[in-house]
């Protein structure tokens, strides 16, 4: 059995003006772009997955709304536990995924999901910027097996 978990850091989002509107805060046009190519990137080469989890906080909101549009997600949940989760708390929802499913997505914010990708790979050195992706993979283990330096970085799309 193979698994695979595609790792989305949101979009490029506007400046945060403190942390009492840094839930609120939007893609930029920039930030929106930037998806678009990556969806379509994503779609031409024939991902699709079987979940997406996605922090409600708009930005990721907006993220997970571009990806949708292309057609590549079965099915989403939202998770207000992503927001600002420590890659511990991202990887019991993981855990938590059905085994019947095979590929998918996480859309969070940094440093949770740079944590979760050093922790899950190995390589410490990947950190993401935003709108970037590393998709891993792993081989002969249930979503609930997962642990340090079990998955292999299958590529990164930035």
Not at 45 to 68: G, H, M, P
Request: charged share 25%.
């Amino acid at each position: 059995m193979v698994k695979e978990l595609c790792i989305i850091r949101h979009g490029m989002a506007e400046t945060s003006h403190g942390q009492e509107n840094d839930f609120e805060r939007k893609l930029t046009s920039s930030g929106r772009g930037r998806i678009s190519r990556l969806a379509h990137l994503l779609k031409t080469r024939e991902f699709e997955f079987d979940l997406a989890l996605y922090s409600n906080a708009v930005r990721c909101k907006e993220t997970f709304d571009i990806l949708q549009s292309y057609d590549l997600i079965r099915k989403a949940i939202p998770k207000p536990s992503i927001y600002q989760a420590s890659h511990p708390t991202l990887l019991q929802l993981i855990y938590g995924l059905d085994e019947s499913l095979e590929r998918v997505l996480l859309v969070g914010h940094n440093p949770g999901v740079s944590q979760l990708v050093g922790y899950l790979s190995g390589d410490l050195s990947l950190m993401l910027s935003p709108g970037m992706v590393v998709h891993l993979r792993f081989e002969g283990l249930e979503w609930k097996e997962l642990s340090k330096k079990s998955g292999m970085v299958i590529e990164v799309f930035q």
